[in-house]
Nanobody
Framework: QVQLVESGGGLVQAGGSLRLSCAAS????????IGWFRQAPGKEREFVAG????????YYADSVKGRFTISRDNAKNTVYLQMASLKSDDTAVYYC?????????????????WGQGTQVTVSS
């Protein structure tokens, strides 16, 4: 079993920055992928970014490419999502998710474990 806990969400003005953290505990997937997803009210959950746990390969949705950066600290079992140049469209609950496979997928059902989510609100 893997437990994921997100933190770092909050209220920020448009153009501002936030850093989200995803701390993993329990059974750790040393070679597994981690993804960040988000869900806005009335919308489906969408892929934001992903990273392979040991390889360091990263992937981004087109809507955040160049503004968001995903990274990981294996010693702390933590994955980060640095968000910059935030827009009102970025407002959503952000979730981190883990899977045992090495590949990053943009499809939510490919992930086995999910955190509880952290709210990000961008005011215009």
């Amino acid at each position: 079993q893997v437990q994921l806990v997100e933190s770092g969400g909050g209220l920020v003005q448009a153009g501002g920055s936030l850093r989200l953290s995803c701390a993993a505990s329990g059974r750790t997937f040393s070679s597994g992928a981690i993804g960040w997803f988000r869900q806005a009210p009335g919308k489906e959950r969408e892929f934001v970014a992903g990273i392979t746990w040991n390889g360091g390969s990263t992937y981004y949705a087109d809507s955040v490419k160049g503004r968001f950066t995903i990274s990981r600290d294996n010693a702390k079992n933590t994955v980060y999502l640095q968000m910059a140049s935030l827009k009102s469209d970025d407002t959503a609950v952000y979730y981190c998710a883990a899977r045992g496979g090495t590949s990053v997928y943009s499809i939510a059902r490919q992930y086995n474990y999910w955190g509880q989510g952290t709210q990000v609100t961008v005011s215009s």
